[in-house]
């Protein structure tokens, strides 16, 4: 998805030049742009053009990470509550999850360009790829999930419960494996959260599918669902804030620019939407609480796709946690 880029000066363009100052300091003096001085800690590209290639993905994506992960986190709701025999709340999660499983498909396939491309990428199982077992996931989940929804709304109960058992022992793979997705990538913004970004993906998916749960099911039913939004709140919060901290200078798309400005957004929905689902037992608040949760899910989504672009046009992003590296080292 990403490559290193190597562009060739264009015509009339000065040959690169280098420069050496036998006074500099041990870290040195590197030549810029059309050899201009700068210091190592001003990290510069070729003729000042990006290093990386920016991501080929097109706007479908995040809403694909989004409808996925949500799907993902309720089949896994579902089956917990049909366990635990509240079947208003498994019925609620297990429609939630085939809307989900249903627009998945499509939204990956429209970013594909042609069906039939979705289907070849099922031509070979790749363990080491994250898209090759991601296509497999959702090949097997999406039908699972979709049946399960299929049997309460024909009133087959075994089908339901046949399908809901195999989507919700899958869900918890359709929350993370995007993450790992975007983090099997050569973006700073990506790569270096590969650590903390499944941790992100899987609360948001968790307090989007709670928050939707309670939306769709009467206050006496959805006590699970607002402990599954508070506890995915909570986790997604404290990721994101751990992953901010931890990403050093590759993580300045988070912090400035038009995807901090999503980041934000994302951190105050979902914290009110916390906060109101504290007071879901009652039909008013359990609403905008649940709305607020899901809008936090997809702004995050938003944000993180939004930040490798950032961060793949920001040469400093790949150079200066290089070089950093280098000097520990």
């Known amino acids: 998805m990403t490559s290193v880029d190597d562009p060739q000066p264009g015509p009339g363009a000065p040959p690169p030049t280098t420069t050496h100052d036998a006074n500099a300091p041990s870290s040195g003096w590197a030549a810029g742009a059309g050899g201009r001085k700068g210091r190592r800690d001003e990290p510069t590209s070729y003729y000042g053009r990006p290093i990386l290639k920016a991501p080929v993905w097109k706007h479908y994506i995040p809403l694909y990470f989004f409808a996925g992960g949500l799907a993902g986190a309720s089949s896994t709701l579902a089956l917990a509550a049909q366990l635990a025999g509240n079947d208003r709340l498994a019925r609620s999660a297990r429609l939630v999850s085939m809307a989900g499983a249903a627009a998945s498909g499509p939204l990956l396939i429209a970013d594909l360009g042609r069906p039939e491309r979705f289907v070849n990428m099922l031509r070979v199982a790749k363990p080491t790829s994250p ?5 497999w996931l959702l090949s097997a989940f999406a039908p699972s999930s979709i049946a399960a929804g299929a049997g309460d709304l024909t009133g087959l109960p075994r089908l339901g419960r046949l399908g809901g058992a195999a989507a919700g022992v899958l869900g918890p793979g359709m929350t993370t494996y995007t993450a790992v997705l975007v983090s099997d990538t050569a973006i700073p913004a990506w790569h270096d959260a590969h ?7 899987a609360g948001s998916s968790a307090a989007a599918a709670g928050g939707v749960a309670m939306v769709c099911t009467p206050p006496a039913s959805a006590r699970p669902a607002r402990r599954l939004a508070l506890v995915g709140a909570c986790l997604e919060l404290g990721a994101s804030r751990m992953m901010e901290d931890r990403l050093g200078q590759a993580g ?15 951190k105050v929905s979902t914290a009110a939407g916390a906060v109101l689902a504290l007071a879901g037992r009652r039909r008013a608040a359990a609403v905008p609480a649940g709305v607020l949760l899901a809008a936090g899910s997809l702004l995050t989504r938003l944000a993180v796709f939004r930040a490798g672009f950032e961060s793949a046009a920001d040469p400093s992003a790949t150079v200066g946690p290089q070089r950093q590296r280098v000097d520990r080292h």
């Open 131 to 135: 898209m090759s077992m991601g296509t």
């Open 195 to 201: 650590r903390q970004l499944p941790f992100v993906f």
């Open 252 to 266: 300045e798309p988070y912090r400035s620019g038009k995807a901090s400005r999503l980041v934000k957004a994302a």
